[in-house]
């Protein structure tokens, strides 16, 4: 999983968007992450790499989606404690 950080703007309430192209298991995502000014390089960076992170995961889980519906129970009555 890498990342690549392709352009950055700023808007006039001290936003910073920072465009960024992932490539995550050979496919290439691209989105942006925002922060607010004044922001350190390192919270920036730290943003991109969860992002990245969260983005894998949810990968990850779109992937298992039909194991997780298959495993679940239909028409069946549960009570709830």
Known sequence: MTY???STRT???GALFVSVEYNIDGQIYN???VTSLPSDINV???SIKNFAKSEKYRIDALANLPILEASL???IETTIE
């Open 4 to 6: 690549k950080i392709l």
């Open 11 to 13: 808007t006039p309430d």
């Open 31 to 33: 989105t942006e992450v």
């Open 44 to 46: 920036i960076i730290e």
């Open 73 to 75: 129970p239909l028409n």
